[in-house]
């Protein structure tokens, strides 16, 4: 069975974690967290018989896809560039031209995703983890609108991806 957001409709879900006593009660009933990895709604699903095993549930809430995209961070000392590895709603990975930051660090994104419209803005971010130029970043705060242009730009690189999967079957079956 296929799960879908039941906020927006589309089929890119994935189970989430569990947080608090209420979420831990539900699963004894096979009623577990879901996140929309497009519109981030976090909803409840049963899913009789199932049951998932918190340590199977991958930390992140968002699944992250390739995507690259030049990005100019910002910090009090300056602008620094770079661009992503992947993307998702909740943060990136940056490959960063001057290794200057640290885990901890606080910084502001202009992800330049669409060619004929202003970069999105992420207005508060952090990086969680500093590798040498590659950068795991976390969006803290990014404003109603621009979450709304990351949405469609997470939903082309879903739709991509389901679409190359399928020409992918396609062609294994044309072969086969």
Partial sequence: MEIVCMHCRKPFVKAARRQGLLDRLFSLAYVYPFRCQVCRHRFHLMQWGLCYIERDVDRREYERRPATLRVVMSTSEGRYEGHTIDLAMGGC????????????????????AFDSEPPIVVDAAVVRVANGTRLGVEFLRIADKEKERLSQYIMSLWMDGTQAARRGRLAAVAAG
Avoid at 100 to 109: C, D, H, P, T, V
Wanted: hydrophobic share 45%.
């Fill in 93 to 112: 990975a940056i490959n960063a031209y001057d290794p200057q930051f640290r885990e901890g660090a606080f910084l502001s994104l202009h992800l330049n």
